[in-house]
């Protein structure tokens, strides 16, 4: 049986998949809880998803889906995931995706200014130009034309 564990209070809806076959997936990565406050009521989700991870005797998920790139849904995955796109996001501690998840405007949006919303769409568009790892689940002319930019069919 499937099973959905909801991240909801002040983690962006954060929300872990499990999947009967094993498989999991998580839906974006919102983890603001702030341990030095003992009336912040926010789960340390970095903690939760790795204690979860270890009970299943691995350190990836099976999809990673970014819904949108709003700080909340992303915050802290820059320190928690192992990404593709530059050494300095890789180590033993973090946890692998195997498949990125990510809407149309992920790899195209211009002027994102917040540096870990930066390192997402790096991510992305690293995967999509090596044509491995990442799906993108809408395809707005924007997209053709990004694409077509990149020299990518």
């Not at 099976?62 to 995931?81: M, N, R, W």
Request: charged fraction near 35%; glycine fraction near 6%; hydrophobic fraction near 35%.
């Amino acid at each position: 049986m499937h099973k959905l564990t909801f991240f909801n209070l002040g983690n962006a809806d954060s929300c872990r998949i499990d999947l009967a076959n094993g498989k999991k997936i998580l839906i974006d990565f919102g983890n603001q809880g702030n341990p030095d406050d003992q009336y912040d009521l926010r789960c340390d989700l970095a903690k939760e998803l790795r204690d979860d991870l270890e009970d299943a005797d691995r350190d990836f998920f099976d999809v990673v889906a970014i819904s949108h790139l709003d700080k909340d849904h992303y915050q802290g995955a820059s320190d928690f995931f192992w990404l593709q796109h530059a050494k300095k996001y890789q180590g033993d501690d973090r946890i692998k995706i195997k498949t990125l998840w990510v809407p149309a405007a992920v790899i195209t949006e211009t002027g994102v200014s917040d540096d870990e919303g930066k390192v997402i769409q790096a991510e992305a568009q690293y995967r999509l130009k090596q044509g491995k790892d990442v799906r993108v689940f809408s395809r707005p002319e924007k997209l053709r034309k990004w694409l077509k930019q990149q020299g990518i069919k």
